[in-house]
């Protein structure tokens, strides 16, 4: 079955550092995949857009990869805030689907 | 939150209850998704529609069903409301189901079936 999975339930960090975040999935052959914020008591908010044919993408102090060899996207929030403090979704598209499935979230904790 | 309303914005209601959620969006996009939000499950595709009068199921269809008379207003509504129905639900848009559909979320339900 197809599986996506966030490695992370949550990950501390230290404010200043760089954090990173794992989605892996299994048995999917997305066509992009997508990260999200959400802050507790709100929906979430889209964030970065990844295609299948590209490796990296930048915005800001956000950086996402893809790697389709190893069925893996990492998230990297680059010199870290406390108010980058927040629950990160990763989401997957096939083309030709309205649909994203969403994995399940990592809480990330920016620690002054 | 992009133009997207959702109400009401808490609702408790009893076993066997009908309920309808109502999501309301002043961006006149195409798309329009119900997701459900639970701990250890994350977000689940309820049900969608890709314009007025289209509408197909999700993940987790059962016990709901949707309608989408005009472009702005998607309904969710849960015919026999559950204890497992408890949940908080999410309604979002998209304008397109192209390569940038992203997608925009409204501010939530929260559901309490006693």
């Known amino acids: 079955s197809q599986k996506i999975e966030q490695n992370s339930e949550a990950l501390n960090i230290q404010e200043g550092k760089t954090a990173t975040l794992t989605c892996n999935y299994t048995?999917?052959?997305?066509?992009?995949l997508q990260w999200y914020r959400q802050d507790p008591g709100r929906g979430p908010v889209f964030l970065l857009l990844?295609?299948?044919?590209?490796k990296e993408k930048r915005k800001e102090r956000l950086k996402v990869t893809f790697d389709t060899t190893l069925k893996q996207s990492l998230f990297h929030i680059t010199a870290s805030q406390p108010a980058d403090s927040a629950t990160y979704l990763c989401?997957?598209?096939?083309?030709?689907?309205?649909?994203?499935?969403f994995g399940k979230g990592t809480k990330l904790s920016v620690i002054p | 939150d992009a133009g997207i309303t959702q109400s009401p914005r808490h609702k408790v209601t009893e076993t066997g209850t009908p309920v309808t959620l109502r999501c309301h969006q002043t961006?006149?996009?195409?798309?329009m998704y119900w997701y459900r939000q639970d701990p250890g499950h994350g977000l689940r595709l309820i049900h969608y529609?890709?314009?007025?009068?289209?509408?197909d199921k999700g993940e987790v269809s059962d016990g709901y069903s949707v309608s989408r008379s005009k472009t702005e207003d998607f309904l969710l509504t849960l015919e026999s409301a559950t204890s497992s129905q408890t949940s908080v639900y999410f309604c979002?848009?998209?304008?397109?189901?192209?390569?940038?559909?992203?997608?925009?979320f409204g501010p939530g339900t929260r559901l309490t079936v006693l």
């Open positions: 979002a848009i998209s304008p397109t189901s192209g390569v940038n559909n992203e997608q925009f």
């Open positions: 048995n999917y052959s997305p066509a992009y």
């Open positions: 990844i295609r299948e044919n590209e």
């Open positions: 989401a997957l598209r096939r083309a030709g689907s309205y649909q994203l499935t």
């Open positions: 961006e006149n996009h195409r798309y």
């Open positions: 529609s890709y314009g007025v009068k289209d509408t």
